[in-house]
């Protein structure tokens, strides 16, 4: 799964994988145990991708995608103990500076902050490869690694193919030149050889000196 799959609906607590669009709405699976299916009669103005998502920061870079605000979560703090969802507003400023130092705090306020910590555990325990970069980039080699493997197999399963059907065609061509059906294409081979070729004039030779 990843992050684009996930949605954030608006005035609903939770993440949802987006599933299906449908004529009565949104078909989405709730990321819980549960995993139970719903339909939201809403339109694409309540429903957010989290990968569409980003962090003001005062810095050069405009804004910091969601992704990577995770990535550094995991890295500051792999235990999800020491995040804790009942934070005051300037715990919640304080935890985001620790993450990002240079974020907005203007552009940034605490609940949205809250908003991204529940989000956070969410993953952590039901798709923890979308907060851990070092997992998906070893998914990312192996899976390339694979496809690699798959290539190559694939290249030399061409190349024996190709080898076979100018085998084949060779021996019709000879087939087609030289008809001797009670002669298989071996004995043809052999006659025609540069080995006879050369060898059948000098005999010819020897015979006119005899003579």
Do not use: C
Not at 23 to 49: C, H, Q, Y
Not at 109 to 136: D, G, T, V
Not at 145 to 164: A, F, L, M, P, V
């Amino acid at each position: 799964m990843l992050l684009r799959d996930i949605i954030s609906v608006k005035g609903t607590n939770g993440l949802f994988k987006l599933l299906k669009v449908t004529r009565g709405g949104l078909l989405l699976e709730t990321i819980d145990k549960a995993k139970k299916k719903i339909i939201k009669n809403i339109n694409f103005s309540k429903a957010t991708p989290l990968d569409n998502i980003a962090i003001y920061s005062k810095s050069e870079v405009v804004a910091i995608p969601l992704q990577d605000v995770f990535y550094k979560i995991y890295d500051k703090r792999k235990s999800l103990d020491s995040i804790n969802l009942k934070f005051s507003p300037e715990d919640l400023k304080e935890f985001m500076k620790t993450i990002l130092p240079d974020y907005d705090e203007n552009k940034l306020h605490p609940s949205q902050i809250l908003k991204i910590i529940a989000w956070y555990k969410i993953l952590a325990e039901f798709n923890p490869e979308l907060i851990k970069k070092e997992e998906k980039k070893k998914k990312e080699e192996k899976k390339d690694k694979k496809t690699d493997k798959t290539d190559q197999e694939k290249n030399e399963e061409k190349s024996e193919e190709k080898i076979k059907e100018l085998e084949i065609k060779e021996e019709n061509e000879l087939s087609k030149k030289f008809s001797h059906p009670k002669e298989n294409i071996a004995e043809i081979k052999n006659k025609v050889s540069p080995k006879n070729l050369i060898k059948n004039p000098v005999e010819k030779d020897q015979d006119r000196s005899k003579k």
